[in-house]
């Protein structure tokens, strides 16, 4: 049997190679007739979308995109649910070897524009009922240089996606771009500026494929479903690419997420491998909608935030499993993991996200120096990118500054943000974020991005938002604001702040409190001290002016 090493050697050098080839790795080398994906209906009715019909439908759509004048290394985004429609444009894009900018459909135009008008993006698929986003607008100009492509019938013109493939050949022949060619850039934001670009390239796909195996234990004979969005990290790589280049089936589920209609999933296709945020355990734990006594799970899987212990109980009374905590960034894909895999299966320690995969070596490093801070210390997570063959971050697209951030000078370890201590087995044990980001139902959310479409408001002079607990979610914004003295503070206010970052930046990340205080906590160079604002929440002496 091949050891996981063999293995990470074998899946490294396919996909690094400088003759690899997306479109084929990811779809033409695998059967015709094998189902890459099980596409299910909010009716629960459902079809098999098979390698065949994958490669048919995205060769056309890449000739149409061919013709709209996309080649190589050009971007072209998608603001798409889940389905059908996704995975060809996907597979269009690379055969063609341009790169895939994913958007989260719960963006709104601001937050769309940043990550498309100053990349070059020369096309735009984007599903009916969310075509309105792109119209031009004065947070999201028009481009004449950009095209359009929606699912739906358009009034206006707008190229329709069945059109277009049922008008064009399939392409001739895909483009060998090479391993080090980036496939996708996908946008993460921090604590300040503009969300940053993060280049994909395929090799990475080698990382991914390890951890659908080892750590999630993708067999052939598994129903397996992730449900997490295909907007960010987690669900893109292993609902969609990591099943794409095993070459296993997937069930995709186009619609949003509700306990009923997730319940009615596992139970009616016979689930046995699942994987969802932590927010999705919690709301199925606290729905009102009954369990189905027919369940059929032999693996569930939590990321994108830390799991919290008491789901785990429930979910072996309930789902007849545990949930096994796994941890990763847009950055890595997924580096710590409670593996499932046999191989590597190992005993669940309470509050513990697991030990390395194979293929990553990470550290606890101290925070005064890049020196492992020992057995049960508190220290920052590192990678030791010299002992991680896996490693395939370099750095952010055109953002030399924030990519010096995560680099020592060395460029022997990456900072992932994140603290934590080792125990003396290597299980890690999260502990908090070292930076301000927010994690919200497996959501990166920068805190800049919401401060700046708030302190864009006609009343407001500045703003700070920082994360708190939820049982839900995990964190939920709450913002602390300074008023310009002419501006009345008020439950009207409040609301009007709120659907400022609902529309201005995304559904999802609005402020759940408010409070509006004379001045905010800063440093002497003027950098704002979130810290102390969450200090305050938690001692109490901030009160909200509404929820």
Not at 9 to 23: E, M
Not at 256 to 270: C, D, E, H, I, K
Not at 298 to 307: F, I, K, W
């Amino acid at each position: 049997m091949t050891s996981p090493e063999q293995h990470m050697a074998d899946l490294l050098a396919i996909f690094g190679s400088p003759a690899a080839c997306t479109a084929e790795l990811l779809c033409d080398r695998h059967p015709a007739d094998a189902v890459a994906f099980t596409l299910v209906e909010p009716d629960l009715t459902a079809r098999h979308l098979t390698f065949g019909e994958l490669t048919e439908s995205s060769g056309r759509m890449a000739s149409a995109l061919a013709d709209l004048g996309v080649g190589p290394g050009d971007r072209v985004a998608t603001l798409m649910g889940k389905s059908a429609e996704l995975v060809i444009a996907l597979l269009a894009i690379w055969r063609l070897g341009a790169v895939h900018v994913p958007l989260f459909t719960a963006f709104a135009p601001p937050a769309i524009g940043v990550r498309i008008t100053g990349n070059g993006t020369k096309v735009v698929f984007v599903d009916a009922d969310q075509r309105a986003k792109l119209d031009p607008s004065p947070a999201f100009p028009a481009d004449a240089g950009r095209r359009i492509i929606t699912t739906g019938p358009a009034d206006d013109g707008t190229p329709a996606f069945a059109d277009l493939i049922a008008a064009h050949p399939p392409l001739e022949r895909a483009v060998v771009a090479g391993g080090d060619a980036p496939v996708i850039e996908l946008f993460t934001s921090g604590t300040t500026g503009s969300p940053k670009g993060v280049p994909v390239p395929l090799r990475a796909v080698a990382a991914f494929a390890m951890y659908q195996e080892y750590g999630l234990d993708h067999r052939p004979s598994d129903v397996f479903w992730n449900a997490a969005d295909p907007g960010w990290a987690y669900g893109l790589y292993f609902s969609l690419v990591a099943p794409l280049a095993l070459g296993r089936t997937a069930v995709l589920v186009h619609s949003g997420f509700s306990p009923a209609l997730t319940w009615s999933v596992l139970s009616r296709f016979a689930v046995t491998n699942f994987a969802a945020g932590p927010t999705v355990y919690r709301a199925l734990r606290h729905a009102d909608a009954p369990v189905p006594e027919n369940l059929r799970l032999r693996h569930c899987s939590s990321a994108g935030e830390p799991l919290t212990q008491d789901v785990i109980p429930w979910a072996e009374r309930t789902l007849g499993v545990p949930v096994l905590d796994h941890y990763g960034q847009t950055e890595l894909g997924m580096a710590v993991a409670n593996a499932w895999h046999p191989d590597l299966r190992g005993e669940v320690r309470p509050g513990s996200m697991g030990r390395a995969l194979p293929g990553w070596t990470v550290e606890i490093l101290r925070p005064d120096g890049d020196i492992p801070a020992g057995t049960g210390v508190t220290g920052r997570v590192s990678v030791d990118c010299a002992h991680s063959p896996l490693m395939w971050f370099t750095g952010y697209q055109d953002a030399e500054d924030r990519t010096a951030e995560r680099f020592s000078p060395d460029r022997r370890w990456y900072y992932t943000g994140d603290v934590a201590t080792k125990d003396e087995d290597g299980y890690l044990f999260f502990a908090a974020r070292d930076d301000d980001v927010i994690l919200m139902g497996g959501y990166r959310i920068g805190p800049f991005d919401v401060e700046s479409v708030l302190a864009a408001h006609e009343a407001v002079v500045e703003a700070a938002v920082v994360g708190v607990p939820d049982e839900l979610r995990g964190e939920v914004l709450v913002a602390f604001v300074v008023l310009r003295p002419t501006a009345r503070p008020g439950d009207e206010l409040v609301a009007e702040l709120q659907q400022a970052v609902k529309t201005g930046f995304a559904a999802h990340a609005y402020p759940r409190a408010i409070h509006f205080v004379p001045e905010l906590p800063k440093t002497p160079s003027g950098k704002t001290q979130r810290f102390l604002l969450r200090q305050r929440l938690q001692a109490g002496s901030a009160r909200p002016t509404t929820h």
